[in-house]
T-cell receptor
Framework: NAGVTQTPKFQVLKTGQSMTLQCAQD?????MSWYRQDPGMGLRLIHY???????DQGEVPNGYNVSRSTTEDFPLRLLSAAPSQTSVYFC??????????????FGSGTRLTVV | DAKTTQPTSMDCAEGRAANLPCNHS???????VYWYRQIHSQGPQYIIH???NNETNEMASLIITEDRKSSTLILPHATLRDTAVYYC???????????FGDGTTLTVKP
């Protein structure tokens, strides 16, 4: 099925561990982004990419790295996990970096707990 | 990017119209208004967007004031399945990022 696929769906990490959250889309979307959502809160932008090889920081980039080597994939790396990074992470994509008639397509999220 | 202000929560009776307001008083000429909703803990879902004209699709209508400083999302006949958090955001045609606020929690009651 076409869409945005995030893996894993659930993850528990110990403080200090590193890991990569995967995001893949098969819609040939140019724009991809990562958001985090803390309990009872809205979404906050971590990093985004307007095309392969181009990434930029969002509102809350500290502690996270991204790369965009292909159009399809946009992995999010946690360098040294901290309890403050416990959150639900959503990946989103869009055909264009700006205005799209279909808005963003979101993945189903990765629920991360850091203990 | 322009900031948006939305009420924290709203209730609506099933079958009635739900009118969700959004203030974006600092919106600039090249910024669009987008609406999304998030049901439970699922990923947000696109609803509708507009620049300055009113828009309608199969899900909702979007009314934008003439000065573009505010807008209203209208769900014409709300159902229990419309209970969700609704986000109003502005998207800059020259920028590559969009920020979400905390949204409005709409509860549709029987």
């Amino acid at each position: 099925n076409a869409g945005v696929t995030q893996t894993p769906k659930f993850q528990v990490l110990k403080t200090g561990q590193s890991m990569t959250l995967q995001c893949a889309q098969d819609m040939n979307h140019e724009y991809m982004s990562w958001y985090r959502q803390d309990p009872g809160m809205g979404l906050r932008l971590i990093h985004y990419s307007v095309g392969a090889g181009i990434t930029d920081q969002g509102e809350v980039p500290n502690g996270y790295n991204v790369s965009r080597s292909t159009t399809e994939d946009f992995p999010l790396r946690l360098l040294s996990a901290a309890p403050s990074q416990t959150s639900v992470y959503f990946c989103a994509s869009s055909y264009t970096r700006t205005v799209s008639n279909y808005g963003y397509t979101f993945g189903s999220g990765t629920r991360l707990t850091v203990v | 990017d322009a900031k948006t202000t939305q009420p924290t929560s709203m209730d609506c009776a099933e079958g009635r119209a739900a009118n969700l307001p959004c203030n974006h008083s600092t919106i600039s000429g090249n910024e669009y208004v987008y609406w999304y909703r998030q049901i439970h803990s699922q990923g947000p879902q696109y609803i509708i967007h507009g620049l300055k004209n009113n828009e309608t699709n199969e899900m909702a209508s979007l009314i934008i004031t003439e000065d573009r400083k505010s807008s209203t999302l209208i769900l014409p006949h709300a159902t229990l399945r419309d209970t969700a958090v609704y986000y109003c955001i502005v998207v800059n045609t020259n920028a590559g990022k969009s920020t979400f606020g905390d949204g409005t929690t709409l509860t549709v009651k029987p």
